[in-house]
Each structure stands twice: as structure tokens, then as C-alpha cells.
């Protein structure tokens, strides 16, 4: 099966840059997908990562390197509206559902 | 609209209830899912649906029933309710592997 490892929080101050890491042990890989969620709200989808390497989406990049089963989200010029939780996630062996890690909660101050 | 909603958005019941939360998508995915969300154990598959009729277990399915007659509802029943089932139920749909479209939440409480 997969299992998803996270820290369980981060806090860092605004307009810095915060990386937020996911390790991650499964039978096959399909990829590693990050997902943000506020609180009372529902997760919605940031970055995928099929390949090695970097994919950047504005000030927010995710990495991946699938011979170490290591990914990360890197958040740049933090914003307050950037405080949230952030769930790394991963198909499972047959590529048909998801598998979430337990989330890292992201407390951006002042 | 197009997207994915859920509904009630809140429910309150007693033990041994039955209730229902529906699940509807507009964008014909084949892909469906439903999610419960606890303090401390974040996102926990209960069952999923590759396409109409075909279901299948998750992580934590006891208590749970689905159907999918139609590719674009996906409702999730609690056939006799309890108190550990109080949560935020997250219904999602995909269409790849890589993104999930998830609806705003079902919040859940047995008294």
C-alpha cells in the first residue's frame, strides 16, 4: 500500500519562502499531486509532478525525485492568505484513487 | 453551473438514523470519491467509483454504503448512523490521475 509522511507544521513570516516536504512509499508510482486547503474549506488542487524535477505554477513550485521518494512544495513571497493546510497525495498501485498524506499546516505571520 | 456539489452541506442526526449525502458532478468524469475528514487523521478514502455501476472500498468503508446508477451523482448513505461517523465528507471527481475536483463539504453530526 502507500503511506505519505509530512511534518505537521510549518510557520514562517511573510514574503519569505517556505518548503513544506512530503516522503512518500508505494508499490508503483503514478505521480505526487499537492493539494491546499483553508480552514472550513474544501482542498483544492496546486501541482502534480509525473518527472523529476521542478514544475512551477507562479510563486508556488513542487519537486520531485522518485529515487529518493521525495517531494516538496515551495512557496514563495509568502502572503497571509497563504496560511492553510497542504496535503501531498499519491494514486495508489492501480491508479484509480488517491491516497493523502496527513497534511502540514502553514501559519504565515506578520 | 458546471462542478461538483454536495448536499446538505450540514446535517445534523441521532444514532441509528440513516442518512444519505448526495454528490453531483457536471463534467461527465469517470472518476468518483468520497473522503471523510477528522482532526488528526486528514483525508480517509471510504469508497470510490471508476465509472456507472463499478464501486469500490477505501480505506475505512464499514458503516458506508454508495451507488452510481448515473456517472454524474454518486450519493453516499450511513445505513444506521454513529457517533464516530460525526465528520466533514468530501465528495471529488477526476477524470486523470493527477488533479481531484472535490465539492465543499458535507459536515456530519450524530448526537
Known amino acids: 500500500g502507500q503511506s505519505l509522511e509530512q511534518p505537521s507544521e510549518v510557520t514562517a513570516v511573510e514574503g519569505a519562502i517556505v518548503q513544506i516536504n512530503c516522503t512518500y512509499q508505494t508499490s508503483g508510482f503514478y505521480g505526487l499531486s499537492w493539494y491546499q486547503q483553508h480552514d472550513g474549506g474544501a482542498p483544492t488542487f496546486l501541482s502534480y509532478?509525473?518527472?523529476?524535477g521542478l514544475e512551477e505554477t507562479g510563486r508556488f513550485s513542487s519537486f520531485l525525485s522518485r529515487s529518493d521518494s521525495y517531494g516538496y512544495l515551495l512557496l514563495q513571497e509568502l502572503q497571509m492568505k497563504d496560511s492553510a493546510s497542504y496535503f501531498c497525495?499519491?494514486?495508489?498501485?492501480?491508479?484509480?484513487?488517491?491516497?493523502f498524506g496527513p497534511g502540514t499546516r502553514l501559519s504565515v505571520l506578520p | 453551473d458546471a462542478g461538483i456539489t454536495q448536499s446538505p452541506r450540514y446535517k445534523i442526526t441521532e444514532t441509528g438514523r440513516q442518512v444519505t449525502l448526495m454528490c453531483h458532478q457536471t463534467w461527465s468524469h469517470s472518476y468518483m470519491f468520497w473522503y471523510r475528514q477528522d482532526l488528526g487523521h486528514g483525508l480517509r478514502l471510504i469508497y470510490y467509483?471508476?465509472?456507472?455501476?463499478?464501486?469500490d472500498k477505501g480505506e475505512v468503508p464499514d458503516g458506508y454504503v454508495v451507488s452510481r446508477s448515473k456517472t454524474e451523482n454518486f450519493p453516499l448513505t450511513l445505513e444506521s448512523a454513529t457517533r464516530s461517523q460525526t465528520s466533514v465528507y468530501f465528495c471529488?471527481?477526476?477524470?486523470?490521475?493527477?488533479?481531484?475536483?472535490f465539492g465543499e463539504g458535507s459536515r456530519l453530526t450524530v448526537l
Open positions: 467509483s471508476a465509472a456507472a455501476d463499478i464501486t
Open positions: 509532478n509525473a518527472l523529476d
Open positions: 497525495a499519491v494514486p495508489d498501485n492501480y491508479g484509480q484513487n488517491f491516497v
Open positions: 471529488a471527481s477526476s477524470d486523470k490521475v493527477r488533479e481531484l475536483f
